[in-house]
């Protein structure tokens, strides 16, 4: 079963039948006990940092989830539950992390600074020169482009579109644990893998065919 944390700042329900709909038994769970007895563990999150790490601190699943953690369970990050990981933000204030990774959560500036680049198979769309003026939240569908092969991306191609919904990102800093990154006014992570945690800026039960890839990929990690 995969223990899917209802930190109450999220769709579940998607995240939820994203998995049943690939074959993979997946509950949301409020009491943080289950959290031992499940063979993986999603952390999403949308919303506010400060209110999110908040409530997971109330409901009492820190402790269970840093224990899973250093178990070896596989867990998933989505959007803000990516952002948990790190060691603070800066949305609305400094705020502190759960410190899984070093690094910091942070605001998208106001104006593009990224330019063409060129790589072995030519100019990719996304390093196109994008427009002066961004405009944030960065919302709607985007690339994501491969830096490690992890277990997640079989099958899914490198330059695969993604949906994304945020406002801020994250800068590790540890770059091995960069797993994929995405172009927007500048390259931000948008994948991070690090051992057994696993974790997308993107929403993967809101990508269609490649965003259930993703999350039968995960439960087959969890079945292995």
């Avoid at 009491?31 to 999110?52: H, K, M």
């Avoid at 605001?107 to 769309?125: A, E, K, M, Y």
């Avoid at 057994?196 to 890839?213: D, I």
Wanted: glycine share 10%; net charge neutral.
């Amino acid at each position: 079963m995969i223990a899917i944390i209802d930190s109450g700042i999220a769709n579940l329900r998607s995240v939820q039948k994203g998995f049943e709909r690939v074959g993979h038994e997946a509950k949301v769970v409020e009491d943080p006990r289950v959290l031992n007895e499940a063979s993986a563990i999603v952390l999403p999150g949308v919303g506010a940092f400060r209110d999110g790490i908040a409530k997971l601190q109330e409901g009492g699943f820190v402790e269970p989830l840093l224990q899973a953690l250093g178990e070896g369970k596989p867990i998933l990050g989505i959007c803000l539950g990516l952002h948990f990981l790190f060691s603070e933000s800066e949305e609305f204030g400094l705020h502190k992390g759960l410190g899984i990774i070093k690094g910091r959560v942070v605001r998208f500036p106001q104006t593009s600074d990224l330019r063409p680049q060129t790589s072995d198979i030519g100019l990719r769309t996304s390093d196109k020169l994008l427009s002066t003026k961004l405009k944030i939240p960065h919302m709607g569908w985007n690339q994501i482009w491969v830096q490690k092969e992890v277990p997640i991306f079989k099958g899914i191609p490198d330059g695969s579109y993604f949906y994304f919904v945020h406002s801020y990102y994250v800068e590790p800093e540890d770059k091995t644990v960069v797993a994929a990154t995405t172009d927007y006014g500048i390259r931000f992570t948008s994948v991070v893998r690090k051992d057994n945690l696993y974790a997308t800026q993107f929403h993967p039960e809101k990508s269609q065919a490649l965003g259930l890839r993703l999350l039968k990929n995960f439960g087959d990690i969890a079945r292995c």
